[in-house]
């Protein structure tokens, strides 16, 4: 059975692409956590989900989440209600989620790894009826009612069923983004879009067969969603790496034949080539899937070296339109052959899952906006109707609604789609969608700064520059400005390098020339600036500074610079290691990212 419609008009500036995911696939149940509910009663016995302490089977699942569920309809939770959920990845957190789900609330996860500021607001903005979560590290939310998963009152409840609430048009959960007027802007996801999704992915990956999968990344980010609700309703197990996994721990993780799929970013293929450091044909996860950011040839060449057991897949979706709306198999079977693309190139996301439209008007370039449609769109953006009027627009004679996705795309011969990127300020930051504007304006809240701009470099590796304008400001503070970002905004947002400025440079039309901050940024390098000298000579120590600089692309580096000022993250990070692996210098990157100077992240090296 053809599985897609292409459809093609000329316009007067260009080509109108309109790629359609085969239509008429009826949903076989009303919300995901119905499909997980029947997968509960036929392999009752069957582990479900494992956790480092903890391991849960589907009957005993079954039973904790109408327990919850239970709890939290006699706490007033109703249809369209949020509910917060917070909690690191655990049995419980997966219970939770499942059980709001299935009270007939819309879940809000709040990673306890974000600011509290953020989290506060997030509550806030959406309303939530309570917070389910332990209280370690975290803010007050507002006042609002805490439930605490473990609370040994539901252990002792009967397990006896509940129905689920969930209706198609429900909420299912709510998930917030980076918004460029300063704040992040939360999206509203229905549960039909929600099971649309999960039911290509097991028509896709499933065969009738149980898939195992890894969920490694937070559930703040919607990538994450596929890893979570596959194994559950087919059968599978889903594994829960730990909270502080780190990247060598991914890296020997992903080998593991047991497992049948793994989500990455083209991020995490950058970690797993520098912590594997040359190691390759290595046995991998049956599926590799992909996303997140743009994907490139180099990138596809380098996990192909590593697992080439494994089946790559490219897969393409902002959180708007809810995870992923094409996909494309990266082998040659699929008429996809590797060597017409260039290192550099980005590769083809492919065609439209079901009841999914995508459409590009290819001007004269051949490049076009990408436009998105069908049952995988979003509601809209919660309390911001303009912001949702302007995004999500309606077309044609029967109103369909388009979702603008800001994405520059184009169709190439095989009527396979390619993302380019961005035709505005947003970024992706290790997966994450970041709005520039966000930072600058948090910039721009501290005493002193009264202008900032914030731009992204490629040379001599991706990071993220703020340049700031204070009256009289010869020299930044960068530590405390530094310090006082980290309290508002998450990790990943928080600019690698501050630089102070007299002027933000304008353009001729008297407008931010962000083109003239990225040529400087890239003239001045990450130089350290700190007057303390490095070792001198050919020790261990002295090998561990210089490999430092080379992995960070600077002339030299010093005891008292700060990695992630320099530059550095996690992959570079992860670099650093491996090179001093090399040397003979045991050195792991969670003390390098952990540590205020490099001098303590080299402590115990002897010269």
């Given at each position: ?135 370690e590290r975290q803010p007050d939310f507002g006042g609002r009612r805490a439930l605490p998963l473990d609370a040994q009152p539901l252990a002792d409840e009967v397990a006896e069923d509940v129905e689920v609430a969930a209706a198609p048009g429900d909420l299912a959960y709510v998930i917030y983004t980076s918004g460029s007027t300063g704040r992040p802007k939360g999206i509203l996801v229905e549960h039909a879009g929600l099971l649309n999704y999960v039911e290509w992915l097991v028509a896709e990956f ?69 912590a594997l450091d040359g190691r390759r044909d290595l046995p991998g996860a049956r599926v590799l899937l992909i996303g997140g950011e743009v994907l490139r040839a180099d990138q596809v060449a380098a996990l192909r070296a590593l697992f080439p057991s494994a089946s790559l897949y490219n897969h393409y979706g902002p959180a708007e339109a809810i995870v992923g709306r094409c996909f494309q198999r990266l082998d040659e079977s699929e008429e996809f052959r590797l060597a017409d693309y260039a290192p550099g ?263």
């Amino acid at each position: 059975m053809n599985r897609f419609v292409d459809e093609m008009t000329e316009l007067s500036a260009g080509v109108r692409y309109s790629l359609k995911g085969l239509e008429g696939i009826a949903p076989s149940a009303s919300s995901v956590v119905e499909l997980i509910d029947r997968q509960c009663a036929r392999t009752p016995g069957a582990v479900a989900v494992s956790g480092a302490e903890r391991r849960i089977g589907y009957a005993e699942l079954a039973g904790d989440v109408s327990r919850l569920a239970r709890r939290l309809r006699q706490e007033g939770v109703r249809p369209g209600q949020v509910v917060g959920v917070s909690a690191e990845r655990s049995p419980e957190l997966v219970v939770a989620l499942l059980a709001v789900l299935k009270a007939g609330g819309a879940f809000l996860y709040l990673d306890p790894a974000l600011p509290a500021e953020r989290l506060g607001f997030m509550v806030e903005d959406a309303d939530a009826a309570l917070v389910l979560g332990g209280q370690e590290r975290q803010p007050d939310f507002g006042g609002r009612r805490a439930l605490p998963l473990d609370a040994q009152p539901l252990a002792d409840e009967v397990a006896e069923d509940v129905e689920v609430a969930a209706a198609p048009g429900d909420l299912a959960y709510v998930i917030y983004t980076s918004g460029s007027t300063g704040r992040p802007k939360g999206i509203l996801v229905e549960h039909a879009g929600l099971l649309n999704y999960v039911e290509w992915l097991v028509a896709e990956f499933s065969a009738g067969q149980p898939v195992t999968s890894l969920l490694h990344s937070p559930l703040g980010f919607d990538f994450s969603l596929s890893s979570l609700f596959l194994p559950l309703v087919t059968g599978g197990e889903l594994r829960l790496a730990p909270a502080e996994f780190e990247h060598e721990s991914l890296a020997e993780a992903i080998q593991d034949q047991s497992l049948d799929l793994v989500r990455l970013t083209p991020s995490h293929i950058e970690v797993l080539r520098a912590a594997l450091d040359g190691r390759r044909d290595l046995p991998g996860a049956r599926v590799l899937l992909i996303g997140g950011e743009v994907l490139r040839a180099d990138q596809v060449a380098a996990l192909r070296a590593l697992f080439p057991s494994a089946s790559l897949y490219n897969h393409y979706g902002p959180a708007e339109a809810i995870v992923g709306r094409c996909f494309q198999r990266l082998d040659e079977s699929e008429e996809f052959r590797l060597a017409d693309y260039a290192p550099g190139d980005p590769v083809p996301v492919g065609r439209p899952i079901p009841h999914t439209e995508l459409v590009v008007e290819q001007g004269p370039d051949g490049a076009g906006e990408l436009l998105i449609a069908g049952l995988g769109l979003a509601r809209g953006y919660l309390n911001l109707p303009e912001l949702t009027a302007s995004s999500f627009v309606r077309s044609g004679a029967d109103g369909r609604v388009y979702y603008r996705t800001g994405d520059q795309a184009v169709v190439d011969g095989h009527g396979r789609l390619t993302v380019l990127g961005r035709a505005d300020d947003q970024v992706k930051v290790r997966g994450y969608r970041v709005e520039l504007g966000e930072i600058e304006a948090a910039l721009r809240t501290v005493d002193g700064v009264r202008a900032a701009a914030v731009v992204r470099t490629v040379r001599p590796h991706e990071a993220l520059w703020a340049f700031v304008v204070g009256p009289g400001q010869s020299r930044l503070d960068a530590p405390e400005l530094r310090a006082d970002l980290q309290r508002r905004l998450p990790a990943y947002m928080v600019p690698h390098r501050l630089l102070a400025l007299d002027e933000l440079p304008l353009s001729a039309h008297r407008k931010l020339d962000r083109a003239a901050l990225v040529a400087e940024a890239e003239r001045i390098g990450l130089t350290a600036t700190d007057d303390v000298a490095p070792p001198a000579g050919g020790g261990r120590l002295a090998e561990a500074y210089r490999a430092c600089a080379q992995v960070l692309g600077v002339a030299e580096v010093r005891p008292t610079d700060n990695f992630l000022a320099l530059g550095g993250d996690s992959i570079t990070a992860m670099k650093l290691a491996a090179a001093c692996r090399r040397l003979g210098i045991g050195l792991r990157s969670v003390r390098v990212l952990a540590t205020d100077t490099l001098a303590e992240a080299f402590a115990g090296i002897e010269n």
